[in-house]
């Protein structure tokens, strides 16, 4: 059991038509709920309104109806008044009418007044509670002048708010039929468009689905433009894999065509040396197994080194490198291995990067020794240097004639082997033009400026980045 609770498998994975209408519908519920306070606000506000008119109205009439008459303070409470108050049928209306010396002249005395700060003001709406029921009340003065009463005159006339809660919670109820009408319907049409904008993705579905497992042919459905990033992976991705899987067949079919020749050859010499009693033939026979042998071991080592590199075509990062470094160290390499005694180096003083494999770039140098020596004649030379092109090269050079024409031709082509060697695997210039190849470069053969002939890789300078490691010890 996996210790990590919150790897990939922690949490399933979600289609994008899922994820996207959680999204939606995220997005509609934060929507709605601020278009459900808003009417709710609005609701209130506008029942505010509508009902503190019918308040002043109603004052007012009472004020205009207040007169004085043989020096005594008479108010005519009008019917209209409490009419238009009684549109709210369920609420109850309160009064109270106080005179200029601060006594009710009619209506409920205990009924409150509003605070000093809002009674400044001449017409004041206050909220306040009476008789167990919060109400809303107008404070409204009229101011007397006769010769009998003089002074400001208060009316105050308020209502219950049942009338106006109900105003309200219609409002939001009408708002909320609509938010939900109004969402289902825009999440409908948003999962519509969404199941058309994704048709694309599921014809690439179809398609793939539809082919047979060995079809590695790109991809040629129509795809609108943001998807066309994704079939280009899908293809650029099918592309690889077809490569590997050609160079994997290739491989098996390479190791068991050439290797069965030489290993059925060296068995049967096996077999003629264990039945063989003339000790001069038994030596001959010795030594054909012997070179059959190393034969056998080179042509497998470079079938492997073939597969390798053709593998890191595809799989590896490529890195700024000193082209010098890797000169050296395949000169090492290659004098480990035996062989490379008579290899000499020529390489400049300066670095000269290149953005390559180490290891492929490395291979290729030693398959150019190999070559020279297995092919040319002593002095081998292995050198690096920087072209008027301004281009890098690692070539090996010998003091020999070289390669003919025709030789010269099937440079790449694997298994050209040299008749007159049976111990060439003929695969050693094959993973330089592969390496070459891989590095934008190209294999290049002739006749030396130093004199002799040299083989080998003309590749791009690495463009301008960080500074170039000071290995100038490691390259003498």
Request: net charge neutral; charged share 25%.
């Amino acid at each position: 059991m996996s210790d990590a609770p919150f790897g990939p498998q922690a949490f399933p994975s979600r289609s994008i038509a899922w994820r996207l209408t959680l999204l939606l519908t995220l997005l509609l519920t934060i929507a709605a709920a601020a278009t459900l306070a808003a009417a709710l606000s609005y609701g209130q506000t506008a029942a505010t309104r509508a009902f503190d008119r019918l308040l002043t109205g109603a004052a007012l009439q009472i004020a205009e109806r207040i007169s004085v008459e043989d020096g005594e303070t008479v108010v005519d409470i009008p019917l209209s008044a409490f009419g238009l108050l009684s549109l709210a049928a369920e609420d109850r209306i309160f009064y109270r009418v106080i005179g200029p010396d601060g006594s009710t002249l009619t209506g409920d005395e205990s009924f409150p007044l509003p605070d000093r700060a809002k009674a400044q003001s001449g017409s004041v709406l206050y909220d306040t509670t009476f008789s167990g029921e919060p109400v809303r009340a107008i404070r409204m003065q009229r101011f007397l002048a006769e010769r009998a009463v003089r002074g400001p005159i208060t009316v105050v006339v308020a209502q219950t708010l049942r009338a106006r809660s109900e105003l309200a919670n219609e409002i939001v109820a009408r708002a909320v039929i609509g938010v939900v009408i109004a969402g289902a319907l825009t999440l409908t049409l948003a999962l519509l468009a969404m199941y058309l904008a994704l048709s694309p993705l599921r014809r690439i579905e179809r398609a793939i689905l539809a082919r047979d497992p060995l079809d590695l042919t790109p991809l040629s459905t129509t795809t609108p433009r943001e998807v066309e990033a994704l079939v280009s992976a899908i293809n650029r991705f099918m592309a690889r894999l077809d490569r590997r899987v050609s160079a994997m067949q290739d491989f098996v079919a390479d190791a068991a065509h050439q290797m069965r020749t030489p290993i059925t050859a060296l068995r049967a010499q096996t077999e003629l040396a264990m039945e063989e009693e003339d000790p001069r033939k038994l030596r001959a026979l010795q030594r054909r197994i012997r070179d059959r042998a190393i034969g056998v071991s080179r042509l497998t080592d470079q079938l492997l080194s073939h597969a390798l590199v053709t593998h890191r075509a595809d799989a590896v990062t490529l890195e700024w490198l000193d082209l010098r470094r890797v000169a050296v160290e395949a000169e090492r390499e290659a004098r480990r291995t035996g062989g490379a005694e008579a290899v000499a180096l020529d390489l400049p003083a300066d670095p000269v990067m290149v953005t390559g494999d180490a290891f492929s770039l490395r291979e290729a140098a030693r398959n150019l020794i190999t070559n020279a020596l297995a092919h040319g004649k002593p002095p081998v030379t292995l050198g690096v240097r920087v072209t008027a092109a301004e281009t890098a090269v690692i070539a090996a050079r010998d003091c020999g004639p070289g390669m003919s024409p025709r030789q010269i031709e099937r440079i790449g082509e694997r298994f050209a082997r040299d008749a007159s060697n049976p111990q060439s695997a003929g695969l050693g210039l094959a993973i330089v033009a592969e390496v070459a190849e891989f590095h934008q470069g190209a294999v290049r053969a002739g006749a030396a400026a130093e004199g002799g002939f040299e083989v080998g890789i003309e590749m791009p300078l690495a463009p301008a980045g960080p500074a170039a490691p000071s290995d100038k010890g490691d390259a003498s």
